[in-house]
């Protein structure tokens, strides 16, 4: 059965910080990995598709990577700021028959001014 | 283009109550899914549809949950009675095909109480 878990849980950092959210999944056979934010009270919005067969996608100042074999994704938030706020989530397309996504908790994060 | 449409957006009821969330996918999305989200967990799926028919719905608590997507478009999720432990975010996602980990997109979610 696939898990997905997120580290750290909750993570505070001043303004203008680089910072890595990671995300590991128990299970290697995924389709594809998908990051989210969720700010309180809010859907998810989709951030970065990457697909298995690729190495890391970007946009903007995010940076995502995937490992399949280590069971590894990163997040990377060059130059933080403020409205970055809200709670990030992993989320692995799982290479089950029924292709569904498996969620992580996420991680809180904080950017201070 | 439209996102995925969800309504209503916060519904308190007392338990025992019955209740009816809605949800409009994304234009020529064939797939619709309704998760849970129960506060401080990642959602978890509750039910997936391809076009108008159910391809996994075994999270799904079939005792008091149900739901439909009928003409393959809009779908319905209900609760009926609900229980104190319902209380979460229910939040309806759609992709353009299935299987294949095609980028999922959510609606706002509705917040439920059960009190």
């Known amino acids: 059965k696939q898990e997905v878990t997120q580290i750290p849980a909750a993570l505070s950092v001043p303004e203008g910080e680089n910072l890595v959210l990671n995300c590991s999944f128990t299970?290697?056979?995924?389709?594809?990995l998908q990051w989210f934010r969720q700010d309180p009270g809010k859907g998810l919005t989709s951030l970065l598709l990457?697909?298995?067969?690729?190495r890391e996608q970007t946009s903007g100042r995010l940076n995502a990577s995937l490992d399949k074999s280590s069971g590894r994704s990163t997040l990377y938030i060059a130059a933080s700021q403020p409205g970055d706020s809200a709670t990030y989530l992993c989320?692995?397309?799982?290479?089950?028959?029924?292709?569904?996504?498996?969620f992580g908790k996420g991680t809180k994060l904080s950017v201070k001014p | 283009e439209a996102g995925v449409a969800q309504s209503p957006r916060y519904k308190i009821i007392e338990k025992r109550q019955s209740v009816a969330f809605w949800c409009n996918p994304i234009?020529?999305?064939?797939?619709l899914y309704w998760y849970q989200q129960i506060l401080g967990q990642g959602p978890k799926l509750l039910i997936q549809?391809?076009?108008?028919?159910?391809v996994d719905d075994s999270q799904l608590p079939k005792d008091r949950f149900s739901a439909e997507r009928l003409k393959g478009v809009d779908s319905t999720l209900k609760i009926q009675p609900a229980k104190l432990e319902d209380s979460a975010v229910y939040l309806c996602?759609?992709?353009?095909?299935w299987g294949l980990g095609t980028e999922a997109f959510f609606g706002q979610g509705t917040r439920l109480t059960v009190v």
């Open positions: 989320a692995v397309w799982d290479g089950g028959s029924q292709g569904n996504l498996i």
């Open positions: 299970d290697s056979a995924i389709y594809n």
């Open positions: 549809f391809q076009n108008n028919g159910v």
């Open positions: 990457i697909q298995s067969s690729q």
């Open positions: 996602a759609s992709s353009l095909e």
């Open positions: 234009s020529g999305h064939a797939t």
